[in-house]
T-cell receptor, first 115, second 118 residues
Framework: AQSVTQLDSQVPVFEEAPVELRCNYS??????LFWYVQYPNQGLQLLLK??????LVKGINGFEAEFNKSQTSFHLRKPSVHISDTAEYFC?????????????FGTGTRLLVSP | KAGVTQTPRYLIKTRGQQVTLSCSPI?????VSWYQQTPGQGLQFLFE???????NKGNFPGRFSGRQFSNSRSEMNVSTLELGDSALYLC?????????????????FGQGTRLTVV
């Protein structure tokens, strides 16, 4: 079975400051990794994904993440945040090679950007 | 290209009733998954369908069921509603092509159906 840990339930940050949202996972098989963002009363929007290849992945809205297999981590970063980045962020994993589309999510990190 | 469409967006039901939620995937997508999101339990996988077949099921009681039609549209049904079933129900579709094909796919989510049980 897989599990995802997002240790920070809430991260407050000032506008234009850098931010890192942490994600660690546990799995006995290889996984794909994803970050999703959810705005209030909305569904989930994919920010970025690691499927294979380069371990540094760039996504939408200036976000990037680095896959670290030895540390089983996939931390999300942004060098300069905007007020509009205030939202909930979810890290998720999916097993490779099974074809199953099931995502296992972390508990989410609420990013609060203030002026 | 239209995204994943879920109807209705909001629903209020009474304990003991049953409810049916609908999901229309992105055109061409044959894989549909359902998730329940609550403040206490977070995002939990309900089930997954591909070409009208349920491929995977989460750890939910039998009151939760679903199906997929030949046009890939999916419905989920919850019978004998309980207060704890109040949640945001999310549907996702992907363009996975079936066993033996690449798993390099991503899930696209709908806006969800907010179910309130009173």
């Amino acid at each position: 079975a897989q599990s995802v840990t997002q240790l920070d339930s809430q991260v407050p940050v000032f506008e234009e400051a850098p931010v890192e949202l942490r994600c660690n996972y546990s799995s006995s098989v290889s996984v794909y990794l994803f970050w999703y963002v959810q705005y209030p009363n909305q569904g989930l929007q994919l920010l970025l994904k690691y499927l294979s290849g380069s371990t540094l992945v760039k996504g939408i809205n200036g976000f990037e993440a680095e896959f670290n297999k030895s540390q089983t981590s996939f931390h999300l970063r942004k060098p300069s945040v905007h007020i509009s980045d205030t939202a909930e962020y979810f890290c998720a994993v999916r097993t490779m090679n099974t074809g199953f589309q099931k995502l296992v999510f972390g508990t989410g990190t609420r990013l609060l950007v203030s002026p | 290209k239209a995204g994943v469409t879920q109807t209705p967006r909001y629903l209020i039901k009474t304990r003991g009733q049953q409810v049916t939620l609908s999901c229309s995937p992105i055109s061409g997508h044959r894989s549909v998954s359902w998730y329940q999101q609550t403040p206490g339990q977070g995002l939990q996988f309900l089930f997954e369908y591909f070409s009208e077949t349920q491929r995977n099921k989460g750890n939910f009681p039998g009151r939760f069921s679903g199906r997929q039609f030949s046009n890939s549209r999916s419905e989920m049904n919850v019978s004998t509603l309980e207060l704890g079933d109040s949640a945001l129900y999310l549907c996702a579709s992907s363009n996975w092509r079936g066993q033996g094909t690449s798993g390099n796919t991503e899930a696209f989510f709908g806006q969800g159906t907010r179910l309130t049980v009173v």
